[in-house]
């Protein structure tokens, strides 16, 4: 599976991007396809996820409410919605698509493909 993330760019603090993910090469529902980001000299984060098995998106605690993961299986294409940006969301933000299990939806271990990274700047 060869994932192509787009998207991404320089938005003010407040402001709204969408980013999104198109797989190609593989059975793209039978993964759960999730979103990570990484900061230089950090490890890559978990940001959310949309489990193939219970169509149950899962985020972590600092994007909750200003974070929608959805994914279009018709189109191959997972997207995540982010408003209300901060600061702290500036980063490099990967697709990557895997068989988690719940309790690993949020390890990099878990996803065996990934895309290039886009990049998201939140400045003013």
């Known amino acids: 599976v060869q994932l192509q993330a787009s998207g991404g760019g320089l938005v003010q603090p407040g402001g709204s991007l969408r980013l999104s993910c198109a797989a190609s090469?593989?059975?793209?529902?039978?993964?759960?396809v999730g979103w990570f980001r990484q900061t230089p000299g950090k490890e890559r984060e978990f940001v959310a996820a949309?489990?193939?098995?219970?169509?149950?998106?899962y985020y972590t605690d600092s994007v909750k409410g200003r974070f929608t993961i959805s994914r279009d299986n018709r189109k191959n294409t997972v997207y995540l919605q982010m408003n209300s940006l901060k600061f702290e969301d500036t980063a490099v933000y990967y697709c990557?698509?895997?068989?988690?299990?719940?309790?690993?939806?949020?390890?990099?271990?878990?996803?065996?493909?990934w895309g290039q990274g886009t990049q998201v700047t939140v400045s003013s």
């Open positions: 990557a698509a895997g068989r988690p299990i719940t309790s690993t939806l949020a390890s990099t271990d878990a996803y065996y493909y």
């Open positions: 090469g593989g059975t793209f529902s039978s993964y759960t």
């Open positions: 949309f489990s193939r098995t219970s169509n149950n998106a």
